[in-house]
């Protein structure tokens, strides 16, 4: 006999009511209950970090909670961080530094990077690096991702200022082979 | 995967808590921060029937200095260490906000808790390591009352503790002030699970070390003390050469297993290099602090 209980939660400032199964992961209430399928799931043991949501003000690993444990709370995935004029700031760097290739891991990483800079408005690069261990990412390399929030850190700290300027990861360039002369024996 | 199917019972205070795992019988499983729990449920390593939530049981959220002795709520996150501010709470126990930022990752801080980590009795975990280093008593209660457990006694075996099926661990008492202690681990990705931990407290008067300890986790059942590397210490002024001599003393003393994560070797070669460290810390060099933001 399956055991069901009706929990009233609430998502991107939206509140449900919806009847989940004990054994039902926060996770798969979100993307199977009620559509907010941005939220990724990956190893459901807490290693990865693809699944992560902002639960009454804090980042967690919603394959970690079961949907039940958060009746009467309140949730924010990547579907609440765009708004009507499009990308937020963060998202913006994402895009910018190139933080993201195939996208699996990038709404765990964009609701962890939201959470430590609310929590954390001027982290300093190793308090980056530390919550950006966090997850897993398996195409970037990460050097992007630690740079997209950085900049968008600074971005927030000197709206006027901030840009296009370098910050401690270097701001992404596309590689170009440019033969030097000096480096070519011989000349050509 | 997904976890099997169980019953779900919230509960409100430790005494429901107690009365529903009297009810549910020994299978049922207390649930608090769930982040180790989880995991094994979804893995199907675990499959209790019955979980008992005590996650919104707000009389074991609290953090008090009482004269000598820092008072734990069993269900105060890993975070809330790490965020520890009042002067009364760091002065002597600032070694606990250092280590709280080697328990997992940020978004499992916010969830775990001190007394569900100590209760899982994982041989690696830093709150079990530092209640042996510091004689934390571990206090339970039950239908019969409340009882307190030394923590070398609390924590039997790989994932074992104490607790009779129907207990509750209600709080973690750290008994003494320890302004020199500290804890080091190394794991492959900051966060995770530690490979080898070390860690250490020195009674240090005039220069000189009076007495040391050092536990170990990660190389047995359970932390271990290590008396060959205690000794090495006292009487000692904590110069190099003594550091070594412990380090090297608790290299050979510890009995690891070799694992998918490392072998024997390494991990006792781990053990010295930790131990150095931590010791490092302890006597107040900066050499011990900047090491902590490289490895691990």
């Known amino acids: 006999m399956n055991d069901v209980h009706l ?12 009847a989940v199964e004990a054994r039902r992961t926060l996770a798969d209430v979100l993307r199977h209950d009620l559509g907010y399928t941005g939220t990724h799931v990956g190893c459901e043991h807490g290693i990865c970090g693809a699944c992560t949501v902002i ?42 530094q190139h933080a993201l290739q195939c996208g699996f891991c990038t709404p765990g990483f964009l609701m962890l990077a939201t959470a430590l800079l609310r929590a954390n408005p001027e982290p300093t690069d190793d308090e980056i690096r530390d919550a950006v261990a966090s997850n897993l990412c398996r195409c970037t390399g990460y050097q992007p991702i630690l740079a997209a929030v950085r900049q968008a850190a600074d971005r927030a700290a000197s709206p006027d200022t901030a840009g296009s300027e ?15 002369e000096a480096e070519q024996p011989g000349g050509q | 995967m997904k976890p099997a199917t169980f019953e779900y019972h919230r509960v409100g ?54 004269g000598d002795t820092l008072r ?62 510091l004689d934390a008593e571990i206090v339970a209660r039950g239908p019969g009352g409340e009882r307190t457990i030394a923590a070398a006694d609390f924590l039997l ?33 900051r966060g995770d699970f530690a490979i080898v931990a070390a860690a250490v407290a020195v009674d240090v008067e005039e220069d000189t070390c009076r007495s040391a300890r050092i536990v170990i986790g990660g190389v047995d059942d359970v932390p271990v003390r290590i008396g060959e590397a205690e000794a090495a210490l006292a009487g000692s002024r904590l110069e190099a050469e003594a550091i070594e001599e412990a380090a090297q003393a608790a290299a050979r003393a510890v009995d690891p297993a070799s694992d998918i994560h490392g072998s024997a070797e390494y991990r006792r070669h781990l053990t010295a290099v930790l131990v150095t460290r931590a010791l490092g810390e302890a006597r107040g060099s900066e050499d011990g602090a900047r090491s902590k933001n490289g490895a691990g």
């Open chain 2, 157 to 189: 075996g790989f994932l074992t503790n104490a607790l009779d099926p129907d207990e509750v661990l209600v709080e973690v008492r750290f008994p003494r002030p320890a302004s020199r202690a500290a804890l080091h681990e190394y794991a492959r990705r």
């Open chain 1, 166 to 180: 370098g910050n401690g990861w270097g701001v992404w360039e596309p590689h170009v082979d440019v033969p030097r």
């Open chain 1, 55 to 96: 639960l009454d003000g804090e980042p967690v690993r919603s394959c970690l909670i079961f949907g039940v444990q958060a009746d009467d709370a309140t949730v924010e995935t990547v579907e609440g961080l765009a708004g009507d004029d499009g990308l937020d700031a963060l998202q913006e760097s994402f895009s910018e």
């Open chain 1, 7 to 18: 929990i009233t939660i609430t998502v991107n400032g939206r509140p449900s009511e919806v």
């Open chain 2, 13 to 66: 205070t430790v005494g429901e808590a107690v009365e529903r795992l009297g009810e549910l019988g020994e299978d049922a499983k207390l649930l608090a921060g769930g982040q180790s729990l989880v995991p094994m449920m979804n893995f199907r390593l675990a499959r209790p029937p019955a979980l008992v939530d005590i996650s919104r049981v707000a009389e074991l959220r609290y953090l008090t200095r009482e």
């Open chain 2, 72 to 133: 734990i709520g069993a269900l105060t996150s890993h975070l809330a260490i790490e965020r520890m501010d009042a002067p009364e709470l760091l002065d002597g126990f600032s070694f606990l906000k250092e280590a709280a930022h080697w328990v997992g990752h940020y978004p499992i801080r916010t969830r775990g808790t001190f007394g569900g980590s100590v209760a899982h009795a994982d041989p690696a975990a830093e709150w079990c390591l530092l209640a042996v280093l």
